[in-house]
């Protein structure tokens, strides 16, 4: 795994946002690479690619655990969450990429009920975590009173979460900043995450 060691041996639930194409479903994937037994991924982007995970992880990884499920709106995605809760002690890693895009339909109609919603499923994710890893992959949106990318849904996510990943690309430098701590440089080559040294 090309993951810092403090992430790829966290436990917990993992917010990973940034812009298309910065990283976040790779993130996942590699994460999910090195985490035993079975996994249940929430696809609401058809963006988690099997051949991509078996590049990443090796053509000779076991896909006999691994659980993939596309939902077709918000309100199917509080649905799987809620049957992965009640079933939890099948799954070792859940993983939903993304949680922004059914949120961000949603709250063109009603923002004050797809927030709630959106608390309601980051909240059934938080307890989940607290005996295996969760990421949440979530699309992000401009700030323009504070000039910065910010997860959508702000603090409806971010507030339940252990870990914060941020991914960005500028100028074709890719950086991943975990928390308050500085940023780190890195590629996306065909096994996933290089660093900078």
């Not at 997860?151 to 996510?157: C, D, I, T």
Request: charged share 30%.
């Amino acid at each position: 795994m090309n993951l810092p060691q403090q992430l790829s041996e966290a436990k917990g639930l993992f917010l990973v946002y940034g812009k298309a194409g910065t990283g976040k479903t790779t993130f996942l994937m590699e994460l999910l690479h090195h985490t035993k037994g079975k996994a249940f991924i929430i696809d609401s982007e058809n963006g988690f690619s099997i051949d991509r995970f078996k590049q990443i992880s090796g053509n000779d990884v076991e896909l006999d655990g691994l659980f993939v499920t596309k939902p077709v709106d918000f309100e199917d995605q509080t649905k799987l969450i809620s049957n992965v809760l009640e079933n939890e002690e099948l799954f070792d890693f859940i993983g939903l990429d993304t949680i922004g895009k059914f949120y961000r339909q949603a709250s063109k109609i009603s923002r004050s009920k797809a927030n709630n919603e959106l608390a309601r499923q980051m909240r059934i994710l938080k307890e989940i975590s607290r005996k295996k890893p969760v990421v949440v992959c979530n699309q992000v949106y401009q700030n323009i009173n504070e000039n910065k990318v910010e997860p959508l849904g702000r603090s409806f996510v971010t507030k339940w979460c252990d870990h914060i990943i941020f991914l960005d690309e500028e100028n074709e430098m890719r950086t991943m900043k975990v928390s308050d701590k500085d940023n780190v440089n890195f590629v996306i080559g065909e096994k996933g995450f290089i660093f900078d040294s």
